[in-house]
Every structure is written in C-alpha cells, then in structure tokens.
C-alpha cells in the first residue's frame, strides 16, 4: 500500500519535500494554512504598480545547488537567468563612484589575485584578513572574527554579509557568515553568477510545483490550516485541521511541518525556536530600465542596497530593515526613489510605486538566536521539521529552505528503510 506524505505548510522548503518525496514514490498532500502558495517566496499582481510583483526580490547563485535541483525537477531551472559570468557592479552614491567585482569562471578564488577584478584600494592581504571567518563556530560573533571596517569591509563584506544574515554583520554569527563566504567568495566565479527569476518567483519556483504535484495526482490544499496534532505511541496519529475535519496517520505516513518558526512551536509544544526576527524592506518602481542596465546593482551610502532591473520595473531590497517599517510610506517611497536615481542614473518625478514591508522577514542571524534553531528530528518517530529557520548551517535563503526541505525527505526515505 502506497504511504502517505502529509506535507504542513506550501512554502520553499515544504514544496522541496513535497517534490523529493512525490519523485521517491510517497503519494503527497500538502495542506496550507493560506490562500497561497510559496511563504514569504512568492509573486502576486499589484494594482498599485499595474505589475506583477515578488513580495521579496530574492538572489540565488550558481553554487546554490539544491536551490538548481529543485528548480530542475519541476522543469523551471532554464527561469532562473543571470549574467554569463559572475560580475557584481558596484555604486557609491555619496562619492559617484563605480566599480565592478569579476570573480571569472573558475572553481579558485583567483580573481583576488587581480587587482582589476577585485575591489578598487584593495590589497591581497585584505583578503586574507576574512579567513578566520572560514574556520569560525557559530557561537562566535563576525565582530570578533574579522575587522569590520576598512575598504573591502565597506565595499563588499558589509553589502554581502548584511544581505545574507539580515542582521547587522558584526552581531552576526561567524559561523553562519564563513558558511557564505565558503559556498561564494571562496568557491570561485563559478559558484558565484548571479540568477533572478525574471518571469517572478511563484511563475519559477512555486506554481509549477504545485502543478507538478497536481498532475502527478499528489494533493495541495490551500486554506486548510493544521490546528493540532494528536499523537499515539510517539508518533503523529491524526492531524486536526478543525471541527469534524480530521485525517488519520497510517502506519508508514509521515509528516513534515514546514511552517513559520511560531506556528511550529504552537503546534509542538516545547519546540525550541528563534525569538527573534529583522525586518526587510522591498520597493518596486513602475520605470524602464535604462538600456544596458545591469542586472543587479550593489548600492553603497545610501538607503538603498541592492538594485534589480526588470522589465518595466525598478525594484529594490533594504536588509535589516526594522528600522524603516514605520517610516510614513511615501516619505520612504521618495527617499529610496531619490537612492535609485542616482544609482541607476534615471530623472523624472516618482512613478508608480510599492512599498512591501516584510516585519519577520528572517531570524536575526546572531550566535544566540542560531542557538535556537532546532535539527529536523522531532521527539514523534514520524514528524520531521523542514524550514529556513531550522539549523540548515546557512542563513535564512532560497538555499537554505529547499536543504531543509530536502533534508526533511532524506530522513523519511532513510527511516523508511529496513
């Protein structure tokens, strides 16, 4: 009899599993507590804007290789598109001044050797200044690592780490941020090319997955909220989704949860999690991007951090962002406007334009908070925990998720086994 995949939460990390076991035979449901797919991963119309719209503008690279497979088994890799080679241009609107980072192609670090490809005013030795975040625990804070200051730290540690840990760097755990620094700066150029979803995320990452799933004959369940699990001989018996609406656990069904940090812990008692989150905050300009834009902008001395060019559309990412949540929404909309025109090298008055404001957009990436994060394995045989904010050994990311995801499905096929 084929056994059944009970998958809580249609996120990144859920949809991985999702996916991964639906390939190893399980027949999956997914249940969703919302009327929409793909978490804080996902693309929606504003009427706003009159675009379409990612609630986050999310980064992937080349070396994110779970992030490729997930992609690749539902047919969607060829949407994730980016430059040739791994080259990051760089601004710093207070000075005018423009820079371009070329790690090349190659599995070695070797750009660092190259005073054209690396940052302007910097020497070899600045670079090996950062290696004890290669061997750093994550109880260890970046501030006592490496020096948080100088050029390099200014123009390139400080952009990527604030944008990978959502907190800012020196609170940051080392551990975490060497984590980084390992699997991109120190992989080489080919670990390191830059990929968008140009057509939006749910179009690339979440929509077909679930057409994956439902052509497969697998089930999503969208409003259909888990309120309680009830649990007999140490495992999962019955999920409870309210009322008379009960599924029973067979013998051989699993369950993965694969939900936000607090429902989780609502739903197991005595689940250990993190506390503490940073907000980001995400911008989109109705704008045609001046031709030859590139597709990703490092902005540094102003609001902005990252500038994205998409057709029709300028769009904008702020890390650790608690600080400009209440901020009145067109007093923001204007500065960061202001930010992109001198980044992008734009004019004109301020078009149409959103605001998204993502409160607890990740755990707050510190050596404290990371202590919180719990492992896959539950105290019930049949219940595995899948999510960003699990100890992955990354941040919170698109990597991070589907490893969770993936990770959660390898420990069922493993215990299914004689």
Same mark, same amino acid.
Request: aromatic share 6%; with cysteine.
């Given at each position: 009899?084929?056994?059944?995949?009970?998958?809580?939460?249609?996120?990144?990390?859920?949809?991985?599993?999702?996916?991964? &076991?639906?390939?190893?035979?399980?027949?999956?449901?997914?249940?969703?507590?919302?009327?929409?797919?793909?978490?804080?991963?996902?693309?929606?119309?504003?009427?706003?804007?009159?675009?379409?719209?990612?609630?986050?503008?999310?980064?992937?690279?080349?070396?994110?290789?779970?992030?490729?497979?997930?992609?690749?088994?539902?047919?969607?890799?060829?949407?994730?598109?980016?430059?040739?080679?791994?080259?990051?241009?760089?601004?710093?609107?207070?000075?005018?001044?423009?820079?371009?980072?070329?790690?090349?192609?190659?599995?070695?670090?070797?750009?660092?050797?190259?005073?054209?490809?690396?940052?302007?005013?910097?020497?070899?030795?600045?670079?090996?200044?950062?290696?004890?975040?290669?061997?750093?625990?994550?109880?260890?804070?970046?501030?006592?690592?490496?020096?948080?200051?100088?050029? &390099?730290?200014?123009?390139?540690?400080?952009?990527?780490?604030?944008?990978?840990?959502?907190?800012?760097?020196?609170?940051?755990?080392?551990?975490?941020?060497?984590?980084?620094?390992?699997?991109?700066?120190?992989?080489?150029?080919?670990?390191?090319?830059?990929?968008?979803?140009?057509?939006?995320?749910?179009?690339?990452?979440?929509?077909?997955?679930?057409?994956?799933?439902?052509?497969?004959?697998?089930?999503?369940?969208?409003?259909?909220?888990?309120?309680?699990?009830?649990?007999?001989?140490?495992?999962?018996?019955?999920?409870?989704?309210?009322?008379?609406? #009960?599924?029973?656990?067979?013998?051989?069904?699993?369950?993965?949860?694969?939900?936000?940090?607090?429902?989780?812990?609502?739903?197991?008692?005595?689940?250990?999690?993190?506390?503490?989150?940073?907000?980001?905050?995400?911008?989109?300009?109705?704008?045609?991007?001046?031709?030859?834009?590139?597709?990703?902008?490092?902005?540094?001395?102003?609001? #902005?951090?990252?500038?994205?060019?998409?057709?029709?559309?300028?769009?904008?990412?702020?890390?650790?962002?608690?600080?400009?949540?209440?901020?009145?929404?067109?007093?923001?909309?204007?500065?960061?406007?202001?930010?992109?025109?001198?980044?992008?090298?734009?004019?004109?008055?301020?078009?149409?334009?959103?605001?998204?404001?993502?409160?607890?957009?990740?755990?707050?990436?510190?050596?404290?908070?990371?202590?919180?994060?719990?492992?896959? #394995?539950?105290?019930?045989?049949?219940?595995?925990?899948?999510?960003?904010?699990?100890?992955?050994?990354?941040?919170?990311?698109?990597?991070?998720?589907?490893?969770?995801?993936?990770?959660?499905?390898?420990?069922?096929?493993?215990?299914?086994?004689?």
């Amino acid at each position: 009899m084929q056994k059944t995949a009970h998958i809580i939460g249609a996120g990144i990390s859920g949809l991985s599993a999702a996916v991964r &076991l639906a390939n190893a035979g399980f027949k999956v449901a997914v249940h969703e507590a919302t009327h929409q797919a793909g978490g804080r991963c996902r693309s929606y119309f504003d009427g706003a804007t009159n675009l379409t719209i990612d609630n986050g503008n999310h980064l992937l690279l080349s070396g994110n290789s779970h992030a490729r497979a997930y992609a690749r088994a539902i047919g969607t890799e060829a949407g994730l598109v980016g430059p040739e080679s791994a080259q990051f241009p760089f601004v710093d609107i207070k000075t005018g001044q423009r820079w371009q980072i070329d790690l090349g192609d190659g599995r070695w670090p070797t750009w660092v050797l190259d005073e054209s490809r690396r940052v302007p005013d910097t020497g070899l030795t600045d670079y090996l200044k950062l290696a004890p975040l290669i061997w750093a625990s994550e109880e260890t804070l970046v501030g006592k690592s490496i020096p948080c200051e100088g050029i &390099l730290y200014q123009r390139l540690v400080q952009p990527l780490l604030l944008a990978a840990l959502n907190v800012d760097p020196p609170e940051g755990s080392a551990g975490l941020a060497g984590a980084i620094v390992r699997e991109t700066l120190l992989a080489g150029g080919q670990a390191c090319r830059p990929l968008i979803a140009r057509d939006g995320l749910s179009a690339v990452l979440i929509e077909p997955a679930v057409k994956f799933l439902q052509e497969r004959g697998h089930s999503v369940q969208l409003g259909h909220e888990l309120r309680s699990f009830a649990t007999t001989d140490g495992k999962v018996g019955a999920l409870n989704f309210g009322g008379e609406d #009960v599924i029973q656990i067979g013998e051989g069904d699993v369950v993965v949860m694969a939900v936000p940090p607090r429902a989780a812990a609502s739903l197991l008692p005595g689940l250990k999690t993190p506390t503490e989150f940073r907000a980001i905050v995400n911008a989109h300009f109705r704008f045609e991007p001046p031709p030859g834009s590139a597709p990703i902008l490092g902005v540094i001395g102003g609001v #902005v951090e990252w500038l994205f060019a998409f057709p029709n559309r300028l769009s904008v990412t702020i890390s650790n962002g608690d600080r400009l949540v209440d901020m009145p929404r067109e007093e923001l909309a204007q500065a960061i406007w202001n930010d992109v025109c001198k980044a992008g090298g734009v004019s004109g008055e301020l078009p149409p334009w959103q605001i998204v404001r993502e409160r607890r957009a990740t755990f707050a990436a510190t050596p404290a908070q990371n202590a919180l994060r719990p492992g896959p #394995v539950t105290a019930l045989k049949n219940l595995f925990l899948a999510g960003d904010w699990t100890a992955t050994g990354l941040p919170a990311t698109i990597e991070g998720s589907v490893r969770s995801g993936d990770r959660a499905a390898d420990l069922v096929l493993a215990a299914q086994r004689p």
